[in-house]
């Protein structure tokens, strides 16, 4: 009897141990998935994915080091599926499931953070949070991961605090649409006449499909000004139709882009949307951005870089872009072309004629047609465009025309634009003024160059467009070799104010 009692006691306690291992068992397995429903929340859906098609092309291009990096942990599946893409048409639905599914392991698999990738990424202050903690596993370590790559693809990714809705991204698909149509209609251009556009409305009617010729094509739907010139950048202004893209190749900024294509290849922006941050490439991608992408920061740089023949290449250069870019493997690459694409006679008049920047005009005899003498002290004008040239050159005319048409807007008690031609033939004279359609005064000056480069030390004469910007002291205040108008005009507007 005393046995049986005793086992009875034994069950009973049995039970009772059964019971609370039971229960931290629920425990356990309840906190685990609590656990694993959070991180799950962590996780990417396809709403978290802005703009894959912008992260697809981001992806491809991997001379963006974080590209790289996070592309080369990309399955081999979904890096040949974003082989394939093109980058302007929307990405198919196996290539933006692949995408989700890769990245959301990613975020799962270890430490996403690496020092020389995400060296060029600027953290938010919770990445930094977090990096801090060193997480290497659980809840945290997602958290961490997902804000990584939100940093790292801000207009592609949500990040934890955004909500992505369809109002955020009003009128972007129309805005893709039209960036194609363009694309489309370049290509055409660029076939027919092998070169790019001076502006995009010339694309309008001839390489436009005809259902196309309503010319919205220009026109983002986000623009409120639509297309109101001048709304842009200063300069960039396209002179014929109204539209809201800003025109990378413009004619102000042709030399630059050209001079920075070999180091952006097809990801340098072509046309850029300002209101929906996206731009199209000169290879015929989409991709979404502000004003500069970062991870290419120094190279972007050139961009705004304005090199003509009025002084060091060097100099002109550490002014714009700084010491340390030039420095760097880029910079010596960028100066070493610029010197190797200078002619001789340019380089060798640069040297020559940048000591007298800051100096009085030289003294030199001119005639007018008439042969009358002529001075510079006769003209009232707070400043005045000397241009000294040969009229034989088949590059002064054409210069000399567009750059009156960018400068009509100013008063001659202003601004007095005047050209000396280094022939003698008055006849000539009058042929090549009627020929470009000029109405600035062109007097005669034989052996002119040859005064100026005396001053010097030597008596090469030089058979280039010379400009000089005077003050009415005739003072030198700018001089440039060979000028691009539209760089000119803008010299002139820093030290002119115009009618407009």
């Given at each position: ?228 010139p001048g709304v842009l950048t200063d300069g960039a202004k396209d002179p014929t139709l109204p539209c ?257």
């Open positions: 009897m005393r046995k049986t009692i005793l086992r009875l006691k034994i069950f009973h306690l049995s039970n009772r141990m059964l019971t609370v291992l039971f229960a931290t068992l629920l425990i356990t397995i309840g906190t685990q998935l609590a656990s694993y429903a959070e991180t799950n929340q962590l996780l990417l859906s396809e709403e978290d994915i802005k703009d894959p098609g912008s992260l697809g092309v981001k992806l491809q291009d991997t001379r963006a080091v974080i590209s790289q990096y996070i592309a080369a942990q990309l399955s081999a599946g979904t890096q040949q599926l974003l082989g394939e893409y093109d980058g302007i048409s929307h990405p198919s639905a196996e290539l933006q499931k692949a995408l989700l599914d890769d990245l959301n392991r990613l975020l799962q698999v270890g430490p996403l953070y690496d020092a020389e990738s995400f060296a060029d990424i600027e953290l938010s202050e919770q990445s930094q949070e977090f990096l801090a903690q060193n997480p290497k596993s659980g809840e945290t370590l997602v958290r961490l991961n997902r804000l990584l790559l939100a940093d790292a693809y801000p207009y592609e990714l949500t990040s934890l605090t955004e909500k992505h809705t369809a109002e955020g991204s009003k009128g972007i698909e129309k805005c893709r649409e039209n960036l194609r149509r363009i694309q489309q209609a370049v290509e055409k251009y660029r076939n027919a006449r092998n070169n790019d556009p001076q502006w995009l409305s010339e694309l309008s009617p001839e390489y436009l499909d005809k259902k196309y010729l309503d010319k919205k094509y220009l026109l983002c739907p986000a623009d409120a000004t639509n297309g109101t809201s893209y800003l025109y990378e190749f413009r004619p102000s900024e042709k030399s630059n882009r050209k001079m920075i294509l070999p180091h952006e290849g097809d990801m340098l922006p072509f046309v850029r949307c300002e209101h929906h941050l996206l731009n199209l490439s000169v290879g015929g991608k989409l991709y979404r951005n502000g004003p500069q992408r970062e991870i290419y920061k120094d190279k972007m740089k050139v961009a705004v870089a304005r090199i003509d023949g009025s002084g060091n290449l060097y100099t002109q250069l550490k002014a714009q872009l700084g010491e340390e870019f030039l420095k760097s493997p880029e910079g010596k690459d960028l100066l070493k072309q610029l010197q190797g694409s200078l002619p001789s006679s340019t380089a060798s008049i640069q040297q020559q004629h940048i000591s007298l920047i800051g100096k009085p005009m030289p003294n030199m005899r001119w005639t007018d047609l008439s042969g009358k003498p002529v001075e510079l002290e006769t003209f009232q004008s707070e400043f005045i465009l000397l241009n000294i040239f040969p009229i034989t050159s088949d590059t002064s005319g054409p210069k000399l025309q567009r750059l009156e048409k960018l400068l009509k807007n100013y008063d001659f008690s202003q601004l007095q634009v005047v050209g000396v031609s280094t022939d003698d033939s008055a006849e000539a004279i009058e042929t090549f003024k009627e020929k470009y359609g000029l109405s600035m005064p062109i007097w005669m000056g034989q052996n002119i160059q040859i005064q100026i480069s005396a001053d010097n030390g030597t008596s090469k004469s030089q058979a280039q467009l010379t400009t000089f910007l005077l003050d009415r002291e005739l003072t030198i205040k700018d001089m440039v070799i060979d000028f691009d108008p539209d760089i000119l005009s803008q010299k002139v507007k820093q030290f002119v104010e115009s009618k407009d």
